[in-house]
């Protein structure tokens, strides 16, 4: 999936977010990785393009952005679903930031 960028404003409240966390908001359910659609991801920036190994991360590869939990083993670069089945790979996936929360848009 493609990351927009909006003018959407988000109320999100002081105690749930970090000086210089991003909120990212999900678009349409994502069932593999636990996400419904509107969701809002508070965001821990990564400025260089890495994670921990099971850290749950917003990462892009080419043009795509992905949701799911970080694996690095032997130089390999992955992201895994819920079931730890690989959703993409390679050494041009880059990390954007580690998902720190998540906040469920119980309206929809």
Not at 11 to 38: M, T, Y
Not at 67 to 74: L, S, T, V
Not at 97 to 105: F, S
Request: aromatic share 6%.
């Amino acid at each position: 999936m493609p990351l927009i960028e909006t003018d959407e404003c988000a109320i999100v409240p002081a105690d749930k977010i970090g000086p210089g966390e991003l909120v990212f908001r999900v678009a349409g359910d994502i069932p593999d990785v636990g996400l419904a659609d509107r969701d809002l991801l508070i965001v821990e920036p990564r400025t260089n393009a890495d994670a921990a190994s099971g850290e749950f991360v917003i990462a892009t590869l080419a043009n795509d952005a992905f949701i799911g939990r970080y694996w690095k083993k032997h130089g390999a670069r992955s992201l895994l679903d819920g079931a730890f089945h690989v959703i993409a790979q390679g050494p041009a996936l880059r990390v954007l930031g580690a998902v720190t929360l998540i906040l469920r848009d119980e309206t929809h």
